[in-house]
């Protein structure tokens, strides 16, 4: 994104800033959950102790109380959010340790990654190539959707020790406020930079957007454009024989690939629309009074999502000690294309909240157009093939009930390239009254049929070319937990039996599975919380039965301790550190040439603490952090791969503050 492009969205938000707030704020009925919070009584944090301006509150005349919500099932559901404000854990700020107890990626941010826990390896993205890269980028359903009644505001900015060499920077800018009582909007811009330590590993993601909500009693729209855009500089990782500690600096090490980059774009527009038919019922509220509540009994839902991506991978001299070259040994230039066009159409009948045995039905149907784009053997750019899928489904759920949460949702395609594929999911959510104690219980499995994706079957490229005809993939998984709020504990449960998996082998080519596969894994995470003191102890095990296919590490853990005070009555301080740690296995290594991870046994990771440092500080409605990130390096034996090939950075310091404006 250039400057003009940046200045630009920055007028937009200050023009925002100009409109006149809305005076009130409305709620959803029923059908629809939401998170609502008061900032004005909390001023942005669940911390108790912050001092009010009294002389503000005193002219103030509108209270800042925002809803967030996300929306699910082809529109049919909205789901309770919550705005990121808190001061805990406030420095872990890489997307990929935000969703991942050690995760595998190309060591500094924007890199290629990979998730540690096997039961976290669901993509959001439809792109094969996309999939390594979702963490920084926004999808439709990422968008947290708003009703305020004071405009928002959130500025946050972090940077590394240097500006000028090592450098890091993120710079992140979101507005949301109502034009109206029903309608809302917000704009967003994500900007990260990262040079990296080592050759050739700058990794750059810019994400613009916005979305609009319309909410009414009989009508309710969300609608989002989005464009994000990743740039890397690809080193192929460090060349075979080099020990991290054998040099002072970084730049000295050799890596594999000095010319070469990629790049993906992503541009989605969505737009979902319901209009629903109900009646009005009369509602006692909190304070005694009267109201007519619309109830809706019927939602009609359309659905219509636009998604256009490329990835471009370009190498002016290719190392052909590290890839081998198709057409052309001197230079690389690949492009992938791959277009979709979703239109679906729900019909639901919404469950009544006054009774006790009822439950809301949905059925529904859609189709995708889909056009994918690659190079020939000719090196032209060839419409390799135009697909289309048509889908059928229905579910039946309990969304609102206390007693308990549940939902059976089937789809199964009929028509197109996916034909014969189907999708069962179940889930029950039980809370449990134990005592004074307030424990839940959530079960919920899987019975699918896979149609293997489109570039798994053909891709066409100057260094892998592949033409496969796989069978349909088999899962049954099934997830269990069960959440203590009084002790602050959770236990979980994974089981997954899989035949016909898919993976890439050792060349880097997608390989299918001739035996079942089974994977098991378990996890405990528990919080000790004081006055003064707040632990977080994580820890994860997993088992597989094929390691012909699939690499696991035995145990993986995660440990944050933070101890807590209040400084002249204002100032809310975090001192800690964090340790990630897994025991040493054969992780997947990373192919630059197509962005994904593959099956590799020739060198170990892990059996390293990472061990970071940190500092979180809070004054009203700002937050900053302070940290120096991998401070073992150089104390310990030097193992600290983040990937095969590929180190974590070294140690080095940040710093990041962030703003939240509530008027």
Avoid: C
Avoid at 420 to 446: C, H
Avoid at 572 to 593: E, I, M, Q, S
């Amino acid at each position: 994104m250039n400057g003009k492009q940046i200045l630009l969205f920055l007028l937009l938000v200050v023009a925002a800033h100009q409109l006149r707030a809305q005076q009130g704020v409305e709620t959803f009925g029923t059908g629809g959950n939401y998170s609502t919070r008061n900032f004005d009584s909390e001023e942005g944090d669940d911390q108790e102790g912050d001092e009010h301006d009294h002389d503000q509150e005193e002219t103030k005349k509108v209270p800042s109380i925002i809803s967030v919500w996300k929306v699910a099932n082809y529109g049919a559901n909205y789901e309770p959010a919550k705005l990121d404000t808190a001061l805990d854990f406030y420095h872990v700020y890489n997307p990929v340790l935000k969703r991942d107890l050690r995760p595998i990626f190309t060591g500094n941010m924007g890199g290629a990654y990979l998730s540690g826990d096997f039961f976290n390896r669901s993509y959001k993205s439809d792109f094969y190539f996309y999939r390594s890269y979702e963490p920084y980028v926004k999808f439709a359903g990422d968008i947290k959707f708003m009703n305020t009644t004071t405009p928002y505001t959130l500025l946050d900015y972090t940077q590394s020790e240097n500006r000028n060499t090592r450098n890091e920077t993120r710079f992140n800018v979101f507005h949301s406020q109502n034009a109206t009582p029903k309608f809302n909007f917000q704009l967003f811009y994500d900007q990260d930079k990262s040079t990296g330590h080592y050759q050739m590993q700058e990794n750059k993601v810019h994400d613009i957007g916005m979305a609009t909500t319309y909410k009414s009693d009989k009508f309710n729209s969300h609608g989002a454009i989005i464009f994000n855009r990743l740039k890397s500089e690809e080193n192929g990782g460090l060349q075979s024989g080099q020990n991290l500690n054998d040099y002072k600096e970084t730049e000295t090490f050799l890596v594999n690939l000095t010319t070469a980059n990629s790049e993906i774009r992503n541009n989605t527009i969505s737009l979902i629309n319901e209009y629903r038919l109900g009646k009005y019922e009369e509602q006692e509220d909190s304070l005694g009074n009267i109201n007519d509540v619309f109830r809706p009994i019927t939602g009609f839902i359309h659905e219509f999502e636009y998604s256009s991506n490329r990835r471009i991978f370009v190498d002016t001299s290719p190392n052909l000690d590290y890839y081998p070259a198709f057409r052309d040994s001197s230079a690389t230039n690949d492009t992938v294309f791959y277009n979709r066009l979703t239109n679906t159409f729900q019909l639901k009948f919404y469950e009544s909240p006054n009774r006790k045995y009822t439950f809301s039905k949905r059925v529904f149907i859609g189709n995708d157009l889909i056009t994918t784009k690659m190079m020939d053997m000719d090196s032209t750019y060839l419409v390799k093939d135009k697909l289309n899928n048509t889908f059928v489904g229905g579910a039946i759920s309990r969304d609102e009930g206390k007693f308990w949460r549940w939902n059976i949702q089937g789809k199964f395609y009929t028509i197109g390239y996916r034909s014969g594929q189907t999708e069962l999911n179940a889930f029950i959510y039980k809370p449990l009254r134990i005592g004074k104690d307030t424990t839940s219980l959530y079960v919920s499995g899987e019975l699918n049929t896979i149609v293997p994706d489109y570039f798994q079957q053909n891709y066409y490229s100057n260094h892998y070319n592949w033409t496969n005809r796989f069978d349909n993939i088999n899962e049954m998984i099934i997830k269990s937990r069960i959440t203590s709020e009084r002790y602050k504990l959770t236990l979980g449960f994974n089981y997954a039996l899989i035949g016909n998996y898919i993976f890439n082998n050792q060349e880097a080519l997608p390989q299918q599975g001739g035996s079942e596969m089974l994977v098991l894994s378990a996890y405990l995470n528990k919080d000790f919380e004081s006055e003064h003191w707040l632990i977080r102890a994580q820890a994860l095990w997993q088992t597989a039965n094929q390691e012909q296919y699939l690499h696991l590490p035995d145990l993986t853990g995660y440990l944050s301790v933070n101890f807590k005070l209040l400084v002249s009555k204002v100032l809310h301080t975090d001192l800690g550190f964090d340790v990630r740690y897994t025991t040493a296995y054969y992780a997947d290594a990373f192919d630059p040439a197509t962005g994904r991870y593959y099956w590799q046994n020739q060198q170990k990771i892990g059996n390293f603490p990472i061990v970071d440092l940190h500092a979180n500080l809070k004054l009203k409605r700002t937050r900053a952090f302070f940290q120096l990130l991998n401070a073992a390096t150089g104390m310990l034996d030097g193992n600290y791969w983040a990937a095969p090939d590929y180190p974590f950075y070294r140690r080095t310091f940040r710093l990041g503050i962030a703003w939240s404006f509530y008027d």
